[in-house]
């Protein structure tokens, strides 16, 4: 059984500071692309960050210089830093096998709110 679990997600104030881990299971960790996106209210789902097999990052505009996405032994996880209000959504962890593209799992997302 595929699983990804998102934590590390929170309240914080403006120009704080979050890591997200994603750890998973049941899927063959180095054959998967590994994304984060973030959906916020009335918005529609967006890519925040993904890291292919072999390391290759990519970035939102929006989050680029703030934002580092790595990745471990079965886990993946998203540094923020310089949090702001636009950065306040869900966000969900996402696997996609590298060849077979549309094979993907998702996990069921983590809440970061950034208020003062």
């Known amino acids: 059984q595929v699983q990804l679990v998102e934590s590390g997600g929170g309240l914080v104030d403006p120009g704080e500071s979050l890591r997200l881990t994603c750890a998973t299971s049941?899927?063959?960790?180095?054959?998967?692309?590994m994304h984060w996106y973030r959906q916020a209210p009335g918005k529609q789902r967006e890519l925040v960050a993904g890291?292919?097999?072999?390391?290759y990052t990519r970035y939102a505009d929006s989050v680029k210089g703030r934002f580092t996405i790595s990745r471990s032994t079965a886990q993946v996880y998203l540094d923020m830093n310089s949090l702001n209000v636009e950065d306040t959504a869900v966000y969900y962890c996402?696997?996609?096998?590298?060849?077979?593209?549309?094979?993907?799992?998702w996990g069921e997302g983590t809440q970061v709110t950034v208020s003062s």
């Open positions: 049941g899927i063959v960790f180095t054959t998967y692309n």
């Open positions: 996402n696997a996609q096998h590298a060849l077979r593209t549309q094979v993907q799992y």
């Open positions: 890291i292919g097999t072999g390391g």
